[in-house]
């Protein structure tokens, strides 16, 4: 990655706290743009982020939010992060197409660590369009 990164934070619940906590753990890294679920797709189409974060705790639909996330940018590695972790969530997100499942860390230092991995994740095969026809960014 080069310059300062791109995040975009999709959320139900706009400047809560976890959203302050992320968005001052990744001024090392770059910016955070928060949005709603009701806007995130039309944000995901105009531009181009280096990691979507959605915030499962406030997001009613994240299965369907991440799936459309996917299919407008199939390169994109998108984070479903939530304060109640479960096996049947996780599976669900990744499923769904998600890169990684978090827990929602306080810790800026922790919350750091695990988004610097997300961000150096190569995306799975299964994550790309076998035909580029089918590539829509």
């Known amino acids: 990655m080069t310059g300062k990164a791109r995040f975009l ?9 976890w ?11 770059g910016t955070l743009e928060a949005t709603s679920e ?14 979507i974060i959605v915030d499962a705790t406030t997001v009613s639909g994240t299965p369907t939010l991440v799936t459309q996330m996917r299919s ?22 990744f499923q769904a197409g998600a890169t990684d499942y978090i827990r ?3 810790d800026k230092e ?18 790309r369009p076998q035909n580029p026809k089918e590539r829509t960014s």
């Open 38 to 51: 009701k806007d995130a797709v039309e944000l995901v189409l105009r531009n181009t982020y280096d990691l």
């Open 9 to 17: 934070l999709i959320t139900g619940s706009p400047n809560s706290y």
């Open 110 to 127: 922790e919350l750091l660590a695990v988004l610097r991995i997300a961000l150096a994740k190569v995306l799975p095969p299964w994550s």
């Open 72 to 93: 407008r940018r199939w390169d994109s590695r998108i984070v479903v992060a939530t304060d109640s972790p479960t096996w049947t969530r996780a599976r669900e997100a």
């Open 19 to 29: 959203q302050s906590i992320l968005s001052d753990a990744l001024i090392p890294l």
């Open 104 to 106: 929602k860390f306080l």
